[in-house]
Each structure stands twice: as C-alpha cells, then as structure tokens.
C-alpha cells in the first residue's frame, strides 16, 4: 500500500513523525508521503525511523497558495533521485518566508478574535501548534475554550474565509509555487481537487501551462466518481496523478492512513515509479 498525503505534528496532524511511521507499518503502508504545511520538519524527524522500519519515506510539502483569489493547495514531491544540487536548500529558505507570514497573519488573528470577545493569547495558540500554528490550532483552542463545540463550528464562525474572524494571510501566487518546487527538481501536484472552488476541466489547461506536473486523484474526500474524471482529466492533460489520505490523527479521526475513509482509498502502488520513469524521460 502506498500513500503521498500526510500531516504530523509539525503542522496539523496529531501523529509525531515517528509515530507516523510505526501507523504506516501498522497499516501496511511501505510508502509513504509526508506532506506538512509548509514544513519539512515532519519529515527530516521521520527520516531515521522510517530508515530503521524498512520504510520508504517520500519529502512532500503542501503549501497554501492563491489562484485566482482564492485558497487553493499545492503539493511538492522531491524524489532524492531528481532533487537539484543546492535546490532543496533554496527551496527550504523560500518556506521559511511562508512560515514568517503565517506569524505575521496569527498575531493579527489573535488581535481580531480577541476584538470579538474571544480571551484567547498567542501563547496558548502556540502551545498547540508549535513551529507551524496555524487556524486548525486556533481551532482547537476555541474548543477547548467552549467558545465552540467543534472544529467545524470554530471554522463556520470564526476561522473560515466567510466568517468573522478571517484575516487575510500573504499566500503566494499557484504559478509562483509550482515554479519554486520544479526549481528545485520535485513534482507539482494538484491536492484535492474537489476542494477547488472552481471546475477543474475549464482551468486545468492553465494550470498545465503554469507548469502542473500532476493531480491528486486519489483522495479521501473524492467519491469514486470523482476519482474516474479526475484520471480522465490527467490523461487528457498529459498529466501525473498523485494520491493519499490526506492523514490528520485524531485531528481527523475518520481518516485511516492509506485507506482513506471508510476504505474508500484504492492507490495504485506504482505511482512513485510512474513519477521516476516521467522524471528520468524529461
Ligand atoms: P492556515 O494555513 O493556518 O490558514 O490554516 C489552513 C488549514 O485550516 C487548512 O489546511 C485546513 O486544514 C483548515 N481549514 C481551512 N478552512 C477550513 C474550514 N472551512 N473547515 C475546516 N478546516 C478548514
Ligand atoms: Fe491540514
Ligand atoms: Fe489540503
Ligand atoms: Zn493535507
């Protein structure tokens, strides 16, 4: 079993990265993505314990980028085999200013739900979300607060880009990012297309042409209709797909590593090969 979509504690997921890697053995998954927002972190920290389990461990990101003016996600692959001398270590520092303007953004968070009555600080926000707190750590604060009885409703009410608490956050431009990624040798694919606020075949051209390598075709929150037209599309576009969980710990309990939801996960095991043969003919 194979899965390219994972968090860890370093950003959203509950599962340390070592803990994620003893889940993957668990599960039967023997290779598997780690795919944090906007940090390797998870990943480096998987690096030995993956090595020691006899697991392949793929360096994934997922990056919040803006099309068209709205908040679509990115995921960055860097196969070691095809990784630019120096090209990781330029990529790495550009994360770095992502991770700056996320600061930037939670310190006006914090300001905006405090105006709104909320008693919340930056420490107890960071006391959840460490390095890489973000709006699912602030999230978890509300409810633990019982300002909200849950995730989704602290989004509903506060957190999601319609409610009342949203401050805008600097993301870069998709085209920006997929250029950055393909700078430094990885693959550029698509997350979660049905998350796309807008008809993924009237654009996709667009995105080929910003450079896309491939979509996430598999994913725990496509039906198995939605998976088809997603694979036609690709096919239709000369594009890779890609495919996982999209794992969350009890962050997102209904989720299962490499099987999805429910079992509704059917990746094909060769999708790293595909990548390689693509890779190794350009
Ligand atoms: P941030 O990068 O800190 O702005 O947080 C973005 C993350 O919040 C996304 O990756 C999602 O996991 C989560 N998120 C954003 N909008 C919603 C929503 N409406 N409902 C639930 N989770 C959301
Ligand atoms: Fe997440
Ligand atoms: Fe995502
Ligand atoms: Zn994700």
């Given at each position: 079993?194979?899965?390219?979509?994972?968090?860890?504690?370093?950003?959203?997921?509950?599962?340390?990265?070592?803990?994620?890697?003893?889940?993957?053995?668990?599960?039967?998954?023997?290779?598997?993505?780690?795919?944090?927002?906007?940090?390797?972190?998870?990943?480096?920290?998987?690096?030995?314990?993956?090595?020691?389990?006899?697991?392949?461990?793929?360096?994934?990101?997922?990056?919040?980028?803006?099309?068209?003016?709205?908040?679509?996600?990115?995921?960055?692959?860097?196969?070691?085999?095809?990784?630019?001398?120096?090209?990781?270590?330029?990529?790495?520092?550009?994360?770095?200013?992502?991770?700056?303007?996320?600061?930037?953004?939670?310190?006006?968070?914090?300001?905006?739900?405090?105006?709104?009555?909320?008693?919340?600080?930056?420490?107890?926000?960071?006391?959840?979300?460490?390095?890489?707190?973000?709006?699912?750590?602030?999230?978890?604060?509300?409810?633990?607060?019982?300002?909200?009885?849950?995730?989704?409703?602290?989004?509903?009410?506060?957190?999601?880009?319609?409610?009342?608490?949203?401050?805008?956050?600097?993301?870069?431009?998709?085209?920006?990012?997929?250029?950055?990624?393909?700078?430094?040798?990885?693959?550029?694919?698509?997350?979660?297309?049905?998350?796309?606020?807008?008809?993924?075949?009237?654009?996709?051209?667009?995105?080929?042409?910003?450079?896309?390598?491939?979509?996430?075709?598999?994913?725990?929150?496509?039906?198995?209709?939605?998976?088809?037209?997603?694979?036609?599309?690709?096919a239709q576009h000369g594009l890779l797909v890609t495919?996982?969980?999209?794992?969350?710990?009890?962050?997102?309990?209904?989720?299962?590593?490499?099987?999805?939801?429910?079992?509704?996960?059917?990746?094909?095991?060769?999708?790293?090969?595909?990548?390689?043969?693509?890779?190794?003919?350009?």
């Amino acid at each position: 079993m194979i899965d390219l979509h994972s968090h860890t504690t370093a950003s959203d997921g509950t599962f340390s990265p070592p803990q994620l890697v003893d889940e993957a053995k668990r599960a039967g998954v023997h290779i598997l993505g780690i795919t944090d927002h906007d940090t390797f972190s998870g990943f480096d920290q998987a690096v030995a314990p993956a090595r020691e389990a006899g697991l392949e461990l793929v360096c994934g990101i997922e990056l919040s980028t803006k099309l068209h003016g709205h908040s679509v996600h990115l995921l960055g692959y860097f196969l070691n085999t095809f990784v630019k001398p120096d090209g990781l270590d330029v990529f790495r520092m550009w994360i770095r200013d992502l991770q700056a303007s996320r600061r930037e953004r939670n310190v006006r968070l914090v300001a905006r739900l405090r105006e709104l009555g909320l008693d919340i600080t930056m420490e107890e926000a960071e006391a959840r979300g460490g390095g890489m707190t973000g709006r699912p750590h602030f999230a978890r604060l509300l409810v633990e607060k019982g300002y909200v009885s849950s995730m989704q409703q602290a989004f509903d009410e506060y957190l999601d880009e319609s409610a009342k608490g949203y401050v805008t956050r600097r993301e870069p431009q998709f085209a920006e990012a997929v250029e950055h990624i393909r700078d430094a040798g990885g693959i550029a694919s698509l997350a979660h297309p049905v998350r796309l606020p807008e008809d993924l075949a009237s654009i996709l051209a667009e995105l080929r042409a910003a450079g896309l390598d491939a979509i996430e075709a598999y994913h725990s929150d496509h039906s198995s209709s939605q998976t088809a037209l997603y694979l036609e599309l690709a096919a239709q576009h000369g594009l890779l797909v890609t495919g996982g969980s999209d794992f969350h710990g009890a962050a997102k309990p209904e989720i299962q590593l490499g099987t999805g939801r429910g079992g509704n996960l059917q990746i094909p095991d060769d999708l790293v090969a595909r990548f390689r043969a693509r890779l190794r003919a350009s």
